[in-house]
Every structure is written in structure tokens, then in C-alpha cells.
């Protein structure tokens, strides 16, 4: 299947549990770290829930 590659852009300190939870899903810890996870759509949904702190790379 195909990967999407995402950083985390800004902190998560000051989001709401939830959004630092779904970082924490992901498994985003820190700024500027990037992980590569499997483009399904409850992947997709985990993206656009923190759209505003992860960024999408090509």
C-alpha cells in the first residue's frame, strides 16, 4: 500500500487531550520529527483532525 510522510510543525502543548492524543497515535513526539504511516482513511481522518499541527510531505 502507499505511505504518506508527515512532520510535526508546531507543539502540541496547549491542544486540547484529545489532538495531543491523536499525535501520540500517530506517533509524533517532537517538532520537526517525521514518520511515515500507511495511507488509509482512519490515517487520513488522524491527519485532518491535527491538520493546523503536522504537515503532509511529498
Known amino acids: 500500500m502507499a505511505t504518506i510522510k ?3 510543525i ?3 502543548i496547549g491542544a486540547p487531550k484529545d489532538q495531543k ?3 501520540r497515535a500517530l506517533g509524533l513526539r517532537k517538532i520537526s ?11 487520513r481522518g488522524m491527519i485532518r ?4 499541527l503536522v504537515s503532509v510531505i511529498d
Not at 520529527?33 to 490515517?43: F, K, M, N, R, Y
Not at 483532525?49 to 493546523?52: F, M, N, P, R, S
Open 6 to 8: 508527515i512532520k510535526q
Open 10 to 12: 508546531k507543539s502540541q
Open 21 to 23: 492524543e491523536t499525535l
Open 33 to 43: 520529527q517525521v514518520i511515515e504511516v500507511e495511507d488509509t482513511p482512519s490515517c
Open 49 to 52: 483532525k491535527v491538520h493546523h
